[in-house]
């Protein structure tokens, strides 16, 4: 069975804190990616990447980093965290088999962060 | 632009059939998927279309317009366990597998 785990279900953190979210998945996907999900405003993209050491900005990368040493792995970066970032985050993830393949993305349960 | 478009909320009666409309905006097209995300919980892939026309899958079927910029989802003989929220998203053709999703619309199955 398909597998994407993230490191914690809930978070609370301080303003101006680093705060680092893990994501692992156990499917060997080259894509991942993380989005927040806000009431009204659905997902959103924040970052993903097709490889190794690859990363692209989303539609809203500002405040966050990404990094991904290893295939398995992309963890998200909130390098001083604001009370503008408390969302929910999801990380997910996917293969690049071609166009006539679904290639859907599976997402992992989610971080409900807050920052207070 | 990119913009997908879908409405906030619906609501249908047990057994009954119920059609989610999606248009979009985007930069460029390289498939259009629909998940279901129950409150509280992870989305959940259910319909993936790339070319014109519908893909039926069980209860759910989804339709595509390329040309129109149009999707819809629809759900035959509504169960309780329906009630969710149902995502339209499309892959865009530039950036590698970047993915636009729409705010999603809330769909309630009452008895």
């Known amino acids: 069975d398909v597998k994407v785990t993230q490191s914690s279900r809930y978070l609370v953190k301080r303003t101006g804190e680093k705060v680092f979210l893990e994501c692992v998945q156990d499917?060997?996907?080259?894509?991942m990616f993380w989005y927040r999900q806000d009431p009204g405003l659905g997902l959103r993209l924040i970052y993903f990447s097709y490889d190794v050491k690859m990363k692209e900005k989303g539609d809203i990368p500002e405040g966050y980093s990404v990094s991904r040493e290893k295939k398995e792995r992309f963890s998200l970066i909130l390098e001083s965290a604001s009370t503008n970032q408390t969302s929910m985050y999801l990380c997910?993830?996917?293969?690049?088999?071609?166009?006539?393949?679904?290639?859907?993305?599976?997402f992992g349960p989610g971080t409900r962060l807050t920052v207070t | 632009g990119q913009n997908i478009d879908q409405p906030t909320e619906m609501t249908a009666t047990e057994g009954a059939i119920v059609q989610i409309n999606c248009t979009y905006q985007?930069?460029?097209?390289?498939?259009l998927f629909w998940y279901q995300q129950h409150a509280g919980e992870a989305p959940t892939f259910l319909s993936y279309n790339v070319l014109d026309g519908l893909e039926e899958k069980g209860r759910f079927s989804s339709f595509l317009s390329r040309s129109k910029g149009y999707s819809y989802l629809l759900l035959k003989e509504l169960q309780m366990k329906d009630s969710a929220s149902y995502l339209c998203?499309?892959?865009?053709?530039?950036?590698?597998?970047?993915?636009?999703f729409g705010a999603g619309t809330r769909l309630f199955v009452k008895a």
């Open positions: 985007t930069s460029g097209f390289n498939g």
């Open positions: 997910a993830s996917a293969s690049s088999l071609g166009v006539v393949t679904s290639d859907e993305q599976y």
């Open positions: 998203a499309v892959r865009e053709s530039t950036g590698g597998f970047k993915t636009i």
């Open positions: 499917m060997d996907h080259e894509n």
